[in-house]
């Protein structure tokens, strides 16, 4: 359910999906029951694809039979809850998750998952009240804590949220849900040190959630901590083969740790799914790297395309006067105009590596007959920036 990773950044998906037995209370389960509960227990973290749906579908048609053979048994309520929930059919979902609760208000097991599903659709004070109904009920189950935790952080109670991590953990040292959910919250509040703390207890392994993954992978990123971050974004690419932006962040990854080959790896699948219409926007970020004082991230479009078009474009952001950062741009393009004038009977596509400034005006700094490498187009960027090669000529560009 990629649409639903995507919103639920901080929420451990992973936690309410490996549910087996409500921990509260013991529960008379049919021996169908018990097999049904593991099937999805198995299937849950499969990868996405018709063998999940087809278990998912055959479950779901096995427990809508049973549920109408048998109204009153609330864990047959629960498990189709958690399959129409699966299946993003989230009306359907609370339904049945209410009137397995209706029948056994005191299972704790309930209340998490129907306050966990609230939060997915942006109930946050209904989700923080079923949660906390869960952590009364069975005190001593650290995931319902880590929930509430995350449920609390989604609704921007920091304090509480930090009560309830700090407890999860209390209970579990090792819980790397909630060690990555509070590390990943104190760095969004600006407190960068403690937050690292956090994120180094935390593993590829667990936090299970591919969104916490990426965040984290993320977030050491951005501190240059390359091979951990590499490590997370891997972790979250065997959960969502076909998200592009984490394919791209594996390709910036291997760039710079310079294992060429992965990162060529990577970016073949990217291109792969570009051309099976799985990527919905013309350009991914190809690398981020700093160059003296520029900050540099470089975009590379799928497609050459339009009257301007661009392979390559290096966004830099370098000090200025005052502390204001100042933006330009480097570009490796092949412009409509520029290959209309060549001289007749030319072969090959003429490409060009311009600086912009701000108010488009530019400088020119090679020509090529034919599409230079990324390699080698990177090599002259770097060299622009260190000032090592001038401009063969400049001018201002009036776009239409």
């Known amino acids: 359910m990629p649409g639903k990773l995507v919103c639920l950044a901080l929420l451990a ?20 029951a018990v097999e049904w509960e593991a099937q999805l227990d198995a299937v849950r973290f499969s990868p996405a694809g018709p063998a999940q749906q087809q278990v998912f579908e055959r479950v779901q048609q096995a427990l809508e039979k049973a549920v109408q053979k048998d109204t009153e048994d609330a864990h047959l309520h629960y498990l189709l809850g958690r399959v129409y929930f699966y299946g993003e059919r989230d009306a359907e979902a609370g339904r049945e998750f209410d009137k397995a609760l209706a029948l056994a208000p005191e299972v704790a097991e309930y209340h998490y998952l129907k306050g966990y599903s609230l939060g ?13 109904l869960a952590t009364a009920l069975a005190p001593r189950v650290v995931k319902y804590w880590s929930a509430l935790g995350n449920a609390l952080a989604l609704a921007g109670d920091a304090g509480r949220a ?3 991590f700090e407890h999860a953990l209390s209970l579990d040292p090792d819980d790397g849900e909630s060690a990555g959910a509070l590390g990943l919250m104190l760095l969004d509040g600006g407190q960068e040190a403690e937050a690292f703390q956090w994120l180094s207890k935390v593993t590829p392994q667990a936090p299970r959630h591919p969104m916490t993954r990426y965040n984290i992978g993320q977030a050491y990123q951005k501190k240059g901590d390359h091979p951990r971050a590499l490590a997370h974004f891997q972790a979250a690419a065997l959960d969502l083969p076909d998200d592009w932006r984490t394919l791209a962040k594996l390709v910036q990854e291997h760039e710079a740790l310079k294992q060429f080959p992965e990162r060529d790896a990577a970016r073949a699948r990217l291109v792969k799914l570009h051309q099976e219409g799985k990527v919905d926007s013309g350009v991914f970020v190809r690398e981020q790297f700093k160059e003296g004082d520029a900050t540099v991230m470089v975009a590379e479009h799928f497609k050459l395309e339009g009257d301007w078009a661009v392979r390559y474009t290096f966004y830099v952001e370098t000090p200025g006067s005052g502390g204001a950062p100042v933006a330009w741009r480097l570009s490796l393009g092949s412009y409509a105009f520029t290959n209309a004038a060549r001289e007749p009977g030319a072969t090959g596509r003429v490409f060009h590596f311009d600086a912009y400034a701000a108010d488009d005006s530019h400088r020119t700094f090679a020509f090529f007959n034919g599409e230079p490498s990324y390699e080698d187009t990177r090599k002259l960027a770097v060299a622009v920036l260190r000032d090592e090669v001038k401009p063969l000529s400049g001018t201002r560009v009036e776009r239409k």
């Open 13 to 32: 998906l992973s936690v309410a999906c490996r549910t087996a037995a409500p921990a509260a209370v013991q529960l008379t389960r049919t021996p169908a």
């Open 120 to 132: 997915v659709v942006s109930d946050s004070q209904g989700s923080i009240a079923e949660l906390t």
């Open 162 to 164: 930090r009560k309830a």
